[in-house]
């Protein structure tokens, strides 16, 4: 499955019909060939790209995915983002302003990966004391911080009662959930937001993050659990070795196949291996891919006595997309490395050609 290209691509030309709702919003944050190098050693000598002239667009009100394996520059785009550290060369702007402007952080709100706590604080008091941060206090603060935990759904005993040392993973990632939306952010940055939670905390998490999504606030994170990006996100981008592999709608991205998976019980075998491919039995019923007209096969299934349990478009998991997409772009990568020397070998040919060629006259 080849990448498709970004949609949000700037255009003056109407969406066609039947496209995403998103891109009549306002574009809320923008990377235009973003690209970062480390340096390293007492020579600062430079690292490979962390980032390569990644550009993005993306709209207010819509929730953002950015997938990638470990060391793909994930996190490096989001600190890029945040103004935490600065890009090698291109730009980001976020609500207009360039990445970092002190007055855009505030209508901000993150929660990284891994989070430090001052642990010997309850839940309340580490809430307390990031309210006061942002210049709410007295009444005020105390609303906010009910509200949040209403949100995140920690219990006010453990949340005032119980220092944060004691807390389980799932408890900190609500109390670091609160803190990124205490100051009620325009965007939220979420960096690995279900990493090492159990299946509750997942869900838990998921919901937050669903309920965020309703009141219209623009979410940006990174995830491995695909299962998760594919129920909550609007679009996503895959990142590889520091470049956008494809970006786009999951529903444009994973595509609508031209067959479908059946099952049912009963029937002729004979008249079924006319129809279905790669057929199976278990549990008592046969299964296997039609790539015929459903309509027909239907017909064809209770004119044999057939009863079909199950018929549904076989689109591949967004799992099996990313595994694809990654696969083939590297394989794209080690064909085009694997070229290179006999490039080399015949431009050092030519050239000896053209130093032994006598000089006239």
């Known amino acids: 499955m080849s990448p498709v290209p970004n949609p949000a691509a700037s255009s003056s030309a109407p969406p066609p019909a039947g496209s995403s709702a998103l891109v009549h919003q306002p574009i809320i944050i923008e990377t235009q060939d ?3 190098v480390y340096r390293t050693g007492f020579w600062l000598k430079a690292a490979p790209p962390s980032l390569k002239q990644c550009s993005l667009e993306i709209y207010k009100g819509e929730t953002f995915g950015l997938l990638g394996p470990n060391g793909a520059g994930k996190t490096t785009l989001l600190k890029l983002l945040l103004g935490i550290i600065r890009p090698t060369a291109g730009g980001a702007t976020l609500m207009g ?7 855009t952080k505030a209508n901000i709100g993150y929660l990284p990966e ?8 309850t839940g309340w008091e580490f809430l307390s004391y990031t309210a006061g941060l942002f210049g709410i206090r007295g009444i005020e603060q105390r609303r906010r911080i009910n509200e949040l935990l209403d949100l995140v759904q920690l219990d ?15 408890m900190l990632q609500r109390v670091g959930m609160a803190q990124a939306l205490m100051n009620d952010p325009e965007i939220v940055f979420l960096d690995e937001p279900m990493s090492g939670l159990d299946p509750t905390g997942r869900y838990q998490v998921r919901e937050i993050i669903l309920s965020l999504k309703e009141q219209g606030k623009t979410l940006f994170f990174n995830s491995h659990v695909l299962s998760d990006v594919e129920k909550i996100c609007d679009r996503i981008a895959i990142l590889d070795q520091g470049e956008i592999v494809c970006i786009g709608e999951i529903k444009q991205l994973l595509g609508n196949p031209d067959y479908y998976k059946v099952q049912g019980k009963g029937g002729s075998l004979d008249i079924l291996d006319q129809w279905l491919a790669d057929i199976t039995f278990a549990n008592g019923y046969w299964h296997g891919t039609l790539y015929g007209n459903p309509f027909e096969f239907m017909a064809t299934a209770r004119l044999m006595n057939a009863t079909v349990a199950k018929l549904a478009v076989a689109k591949p998991t967004l799992e099996e997309f990313f595994m694809e997409q990654i696969q083939q772009r590297r394989q794209r990568r080690t064909d085009a490395d694997s070229q290179r020397p006999a490039v080399r070998k015949l431009q050092k040919k030519k050239k000896k050609r053209t130093l032994s060629k006598p000089v006239a006259g």
């Open 114 to 121: 891994n989070p430090y706590f001052y642990d010997y604080l």
């Open 34 to 36: 973003l690209r970062k």
């Open 156 to 170: 006010m005993r453990s949340a005032s009662k119980k220092q944060m040392r004691r807390y389980s993973k799932g």
């Open 97 to 103: 302003q360039p990445a970092g402007d002190s007055e």
